[in-house]
């Protein structure tokens, strides 16, 4: 069984709550992730709080900010990086480093991850669909090798947990140039069945709203606001509140 906290986009005053108040009553979450366009403090809030690792991919407007607004002038382009280096810090949260391009493991499980949206503005932390493809194949040939391994290696082959800030093409994604998903993530599903995938970007309007679709093998679950996240064996369960923590 592996209990995972999922968060993104917005910040949850209930899940606050909780962990501010009742953190004794999360001690059975196993790990945080986030799913992006969260601030730096909320997550070393939820980690110091439950004391638990964080798994984290940044959204689009977690920016590297290295638009070209200053133009030549040089007191501007020194005045615009240093604006631009806390943004540049955030990439790492509570000691963990971005899992954007990166495949981990954790327990029984490989865990990888893509940042950011759909390119439409060219100011943000945004990808065209052919340079998300190539960082999605990248990924794809790491965790082959990795199950190659296993195998080679008489070991049981590891579930496989993907976090995205965006979702994927046609699953909960909004026709708009920022919204759309990406249809190389499909093709990561096809390819690579994970169990779950986490993504975030796609506002719900209230953080009670649940959005889960399953693609083949992979339950879609959109973490927005806050979700905890059940996996036992192959059943996926998600609730917002916490089975542990009724504390309305
Ligand atoms: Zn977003």
């Known amino acids: 069984m592996l209990k995972i906290l999922a968060v993104s986009d917005s910040e949850s005053p209930g899940l606050e709550t909780m962990v501010s108040r009742f953190p004794e009553k999360l001690r059975d979450i196993d790990l945080i992730i986030s799913c992006g366009d969260l601030e730096r403090e909320y997550l070393e809030f939820l980690v110091d709080g439950i004391n638990r690792d964080l798994f984290f991919v940044s959204g689009n407007h977690q920016q590297e900010c290295d638009d070209d607004v200053a133009g030549d002038n040089p007191v501007e382009r020194l005045l615009q990086s240093l604006r631009a280096f806390p943004e540049k810090l955030a990439r790492c949260i509570a000691g963990q480093s971005d899992l954007h391009g990166r495949v981990v493991t954790y327990k029984n499980y490989i865990i990888a991850g893509f940042g950011g949206s759909m390119w ?105 606001g806050h979700k905890f996240v059940a996996i036992d064996k192959d059943k996926i369960e998600v609730s917002f509140m916490h089975a542990q923590a009724n504390v309305s």
């Open 120 to 224: 439409y503005s060219g100011r943000g932390n945004e990808y065209s669909e052919r340079e998300m493809a190539k960082t999605v194949r990248q990924v794809e040939r790491k965790i082959q090798l990795f199950r190659l391994r296993q195998k080679i290696l008489n070991r049981p082959p590891y579930d496989l947990i993907i976090i995205s800030h965006a979702p994927l093409f046609r699953v909960h994604d909004e026709p708009d140039q920022c919204h759309k998903g990406f249809k190389c993530f499909r093709d990561f599903v096809e390819h690579m069945s994970p169990l779950l995938w986490l993504h975030g970007h796609i506002h719900l309007g209230d953080v009670k709203k649940h959005q889960i679709t399953v693609v083949g093998k992979t339950t879609v679950v959109n973490a927005f």
